[in-house]
Each structure stands twice: as structure tokens, then as C-alpha cells.
């Protein structure tokens, strides 16, 4: 069974930088592909980041390119994403996905339909 904890959401002044992580267990971290995705309240979740398995390959929304960054430490299980620049728009939950992408570790997913594993979600407020 797959599970998902994410942390480091809380509240923040607008320009400023959080960490979130996200620890997933399963039977081999590097084959899930994992993302990042958020919704606003009264929105519908929408796509933050990807990274492939590897690591080697990331893809961002245009709204946060730039701004956040993703990255993971296979030897903690852990994937990341740290935001920089904080605007009042990305106030929302953040939840991290994952899918097990097998040998395909090289394969980044953006769209929210291919994720079968999902954590529990962390607030992110950012106030102006």
C-alpha cells in the first residue's frame, strides 16, 4: 500500500518561502513519478509540478515557473517543493501524487488523472 504525508504548509507573508515535502513509502521510491498540485478555495485542483523518478526530469505550471522548485533525496523517500517569492494567488492546499512508473523512471506527469495515490493535503496561506 502506497501512502502519502505531506508537511511544512502554514501561514506566510506575501514574498516569502516554504518548504513542503511529501514522504511516500512504497516498494521502490525512484520508480514514482510524483507532483505537485494545488486548489484554492471555491477552485477546482490544478497542476503546481512534476518530477520524474529519477529526478532528472522536472515540468512547472507557467504560474509558478520561476518561483518554485521541486526536487527529491530518494534515500529519504521524500519529494519537495520549495516555493520562493510568495504571491496571495497560491494560497490554497497543496497535494503531492504519486504513480508508480516502473522502468519508465525518466516519465514527468502533469495531468491529475494519472495519479493513483494521493496525500492527505497541507494548507499553504499566504497573506498580502
Known amino acids: 500500500q502506497v501512502q502519502l504525508v505531506e508537511s511544512g504548509g502554514g501561514l506566510v507573508q506575501a514574498g516569502g518561502s516554504l518548504r513542503l515535502s511529501c514522504a511516500i513509502s512504497?516498494?521502490?521510491?525512484?520508480?514514482?513519478?510524483s507532483g505537485w498540485f494545488r486548489q484554492p478555495p471555491g477552485k477546482a485542483r490544478e497542476f503546481v509540478a512534476a518530477?520524474?523518478?529519477?529526478?532528472?526530469?522536472?515540468d512547472y505550471a507557467d504560474s509558478v515557473r520561476g518561483r518554485f522548485a521541486m526536487f527529491r533525496d530518494n534515500a529519504k523517500n521524500t519529494v519537495y517543493l520549495q516555493m520562493t517569492s510568495l504571491k496571495p494567488e497560491d494560497t490554497a492546499v497543496y497535494y503531492c501524487?504519486?504513480?508508480?512508473?516502473?522502468?519508465?523512471?525518466?516519465?514527468?506527469?502533469?495531468?491529475?488523472?494519472?495519479?493513483?495515490?494521493w496525500g492527505q493535503g497541507t494548507q499553504v496561506t499566504v497573506s498580502s
Open positions: 501524487a504519486a504513480v508508480d512508473e516502473g522502468k519508465f523512471t525518466y516519465l514527468v506527469r502533469r495531468y491529475r488523472q494519472t495519479y493513483p495515490y
Open positions: 512504497g516498494r521502490t521510491f525512484s520508480n514514482y513519478a
Open positions: 518530477i520524474a523518478g529519477s529526478g532528472g526530469n522536472t
